[in-house]
């Protein structure tokens, strides 16, 4: 637990490089303690402390979407966030939307409507995709489109992307959602 | 990034005092601009004092019968809250044309207002830049300057301000409320973001020792006829090119009283009182629209790249009225601009 310094410290002088914290994350249901610094990412923490590399660095900039997880059930970008501010906070990573064997249904919709090229977005795309259906803000091919445009893919697969999320809000089977 | 201290103040009075005590500490809520801009060690605070556990989470009506939008609120809360939808539209239009979900769920309502802009010379520490480090120049006159201002520029900035939420509060006379050591103060919207004039590394007029607590809207929230029209170079997640916020109020076949702001084009979202007295008592034409466009642009300037802004938010602000007028607003899902 990061504790708030009641006697600030003055600005002058030569600072001394501040302590690790402890925090406390629950990563796909599972409760995870990390001693880190302050400016470690909750993309860092995810992939270089927990060894969760499924989420991916892209830009790291929060431009193009590859490090999307679910942060008590809303979709983020880890690369903008600092893993210290979200201390007791549950975090869903592409590893933990599979129950056992058997994949997400948006996983499935993915390989079904061949949603992916190179896959380097494909955690992302599928993460913020659970986050949308969570939203249900959705509509129409035209709502999922604009909802998803915070992930980027440099591969092209959109239309396929958009159809495997169709598939899966509308229950429309692979074929049937073509413009 | 540079090391920082993180602390986590445990009411308003409590950050106030970590931030008085130490000029180099920054606020932080959602991140999204903050932490970005300290991986380009573009910002280097001291320490983080993270204000996202205090209490400013709430939107709540106020007496005059508008709404109180707490500083903490998530832009995505703010843009799909039911009393935004119904009575503040424009507002909701808005925010849903900025960013993405991902960013709109981060961030908050009060760091909006003080993100920086995104030109590139400010982000580029290779380059003099008189927001980032005053006096050195400005890189983007005379430089790549497409994205830049073309009205209330000065010789030391041509920056523009990012927001689209912005713009839409401007349109919408909203109020910003600030709290500081020795009290709490609102700030008439257009009063908030400053010009660049001899100081373009100041943004707003919130003071270093203060903190935004809330934005408070007034009754009137324009929402029979209102749109958010934003221009921009791919149809999602970019920043405008032009941006236009329009609020009429319209009786029989003759307008009352108009709101129009611009984003895109200037330092703060752009308001312009005589292009809207021009248009209070017009009849909702085009005719109307065309003057009260060449008024707003009347003393607009560009710098090369962005000479085509010009007419850009001409037709935009043509547009956008037409729209307004109507009762058909720009929808942000279906990109053909009507």
Known sequence: M????SAARKSSGRRPTPAKMTVTLHVNGIERRLVIAP???LLDALRLHLDLTGTKKGCDHGQCGACTVLVDGRRIYSCLTLAVMKDGAQVTTIEGLAQGSTLHPLQQAFIEHDALQCGYCTPGQICSAAGLIAEGKAGSADDIRELMSGNICRCG????????????MFGKAPGEAKR | MNSFEYTRPVDVVDALCQIAADPTAKFIAGGTNLIDLMKENVARPSR????????????EETRDGGLRIGALVANSDLAYDPRIEARYPLLGSAILAGASQQLRNMASTGGNLLQRTRCLYFYDTSTPC???????????????NRMHAILGTSEHCIATHP?????ALAALDARVLATGTDGQRSIAFDEFHRLPGDSPQIDTNLRADEIITAIELPPKGFAKNYTYLKIRDRLSYA??????AVGLDIEGDSIKGARLALGGVAHKPWRDREAEAQLSGASPTRDSFVRAAETLLRRARGFGHNDFKIELARRAIVRALGQAARGTPQSQADKRVK
């Open chain 2, 48 to 59: 983080l004092i993270d204000i996202t556990r205090l209490p400013l989470g709430k939107i």
């Open chain 1, 157 to 168: 697969a959109y239309p396929n992307i958009v159809a495997a999320i169709e598939q899966v």
């Open chain 2, 239 to 244: 920043f405008a090119l032009v941006s236009v």
């Open chain 1, 2 to 5: 990061a504790q708030s310094s």
């Open chain 1, 39 to 41: 400016w470690t990412t």
């Open chain 2, 130 to 144: 008189n927001k980032r480090e005053p006096g050195t120049g400005c890189s983007a006159i005379g430089g790549i």
């Open chain 2, 163 to 167: 927001s689209d939420m912005c713009v």
